[in-house]
């Protein structure tokens, strides 16, 4: 049974086009998180939410949307795909802010 | 806004040989988490270092976490290929927050 799992694995998909990316944990975790990965390897958070409600939104453009149909979900939602959104997307999952941190497989986004 | 400074950014090694990375930061933290992550999988928690001072073991892998809780090492005796992938330390600002990542340091180890 995977913890956190997220679909699709890999993505490859053209300029312009709208894309979204699933993430379900079965941990009871309060806390979903959305990270992107790119090439040099840096981890950084994009959004976190707690039961179903956004509390952190870093920096990024609104082409992204994150939604939260119930505390064990949260989607990623990508409009008008940019070259550089080409990224290792990892959803995650905790029980609170600040505790161990359970990561999903990572989706592969590549944009051509 | 809290930094977590890892070195070396990137390290290889031969088999059997022993390695230091660390994890700096001019912040306090109120404890610091390291996670490794092998290619094509997400992160994964290897130990968590709460008290200043304190060591965890973990097989190979000793964790130290600074006096002050500003800093973190991770030693790794006789290194084998298995220990390969990215190790990046992060650091809880008392629950409040996210954790924060380091950048990571990438170890290769080569048989």
């Known amino acids: 049974d995977t913890a956190v799992s997220q679909t699709p694995k890999y993505l490859v998909t053209q300029m312009g086009n709208d894309k979204s990316i699933k993430c379900e944990q079965n941990l009871g975790h309060d806390t979903m998180y959305w990270y992107k990965q790119d090439s040099k390897k840096f981890l950084k958070i994009m959004f976190s939410y707690n039961n179903k409600e956004l509390i952190i939104n870093e920096t990024v453009p609104n082409r992204f949307s994150p939604k939260s149909p119930d505390k064990a979900h949260l989607n990623l939602h990508i409009n008008s795909l940019e070259l550089g959104d080409s990224a290792v997307y990892f959803c995650?999952?905790?029980?609170?802010?600040?505790?161990?941190?359970?990561f999903g497989e990572g989706s592969w986004l590549t944009v051509v | 806004t809290q930094l977590l400074e890892q070195s070396p950014q990137f390290l290889s090694i031969q088999e059997g040989e022993n390695l230091t990375v660390y994890c700096n930061s001019s912040?306090?933290?109120?404890?610091l988490q390291w996670y490794r992550q092998e290619p094509g999988e997400g992160p994964v928690l290897l130990v968590t270092v709460v008290t200043g001072g304190e060591v965890k073991k973990l097989k190979r892998l000793t964790f130290q976490f600074g006096d002050a809780r500003k800093d973190s090492s991770l030693h790794i005796t006789a290194a084998q290929p298995g220990d390969t992938g990215l190790y990046l330390c992060a650091g809880d600002n008392s629950g409040n927050t996210p954790l924060v990542f380091g950048k990571g340091t990438r170890l290769s180890v080569i048989a």
């Open positions: 912040s306090v933290f109120s404890s």
């Open positions: 995650a999952s905790s029980l609170g802010q600040g505790n161990t941190i359970y």
